[in-house]
């Protein structure tokens, strides 16, 4: 049922070609937040869109730019969950700040460290150190893809890799 739901959400957006574009994303983003007013964000940009399908390409070993159904599912359910935590630290609507970003990536179930935050606020605060809905979103995207890239690349599992230079820049470039 839930999953019918979803294919027709689908297919609304991604149109007959089943695959759902960097604007598709865009469009559908932007619609649902101007029913949220509690989401404090200018929108989604292309480019945020462009990146967060290419992290569920390497999410899913699926480079084809696009979402597919699997990918689209995945991203959707994750943004699902990850608004809300938003709206419990956005208390003052005015996005949230570096400490409330702590608790928030610990909530969303990720563990780093004091420096990891430090980047995190850095990279995705605005002129204020606030961070709105769509860089948490993008930040939250970026964090998960990169885990699961990594444990795809742990094959033994004993918390290492060894990428040549050209399999990193393959990561890093893409993604
Ligand atoms: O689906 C909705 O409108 C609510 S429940 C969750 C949600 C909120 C914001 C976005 I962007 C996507 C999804
Ligand atoms: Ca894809």
Do not use: P
Not at 51 to 60: G, N, Q, Y
Not at 107 to 114: E, Q, S, V
């Amino acid at each position: 049922e839930e999953d019918q739901q979803f294919r027709t959400i689908f297919q609304e957006i991604g149109g007959e070609d089943m695959e759902i574009t960097a604007n598709e994303l865009r469009n559908v983003l932007n619609r649902v937040i101007t029913k949220h007013k509690d989401l404090k964000t200018e929108g989604f940009s292309l480019e945020s869109c462009r990146s967060m399908i290419a992290l569920m390409d390497v999410s899913f070993m699926d480079g084809t730019g696009r979402l597919n159904l699997q990918e689209f599912r995945h991203l959707w359910n994750k943004i699902k969950q990850w608004q809300g935590i938003f709206k419990h630290y956005n208390t003052d609507q005015s996005g949230i700040n570096s400490y409330e970003m702590r608790n928030a990536v610990n909530d969303a179930g990720f563990r780093l460290n004091n420096q990891l935050y430090d980047i995190i606020t850095m990279r995705y605060a605005n002129e204020s150190m606030n961070i709105d809905f769509d860089s948490f979103i993008s930040c939250l995207v970026r964090l998960e893809a990169m885990f699961r890239a990594f444990q795809a690349f742990d094959k033994d599992g004993d918390g290492t890799i060894r990428l040549s230079v050209l399999e990193w820049l393959q990561l890093t470039m893409y993604a």
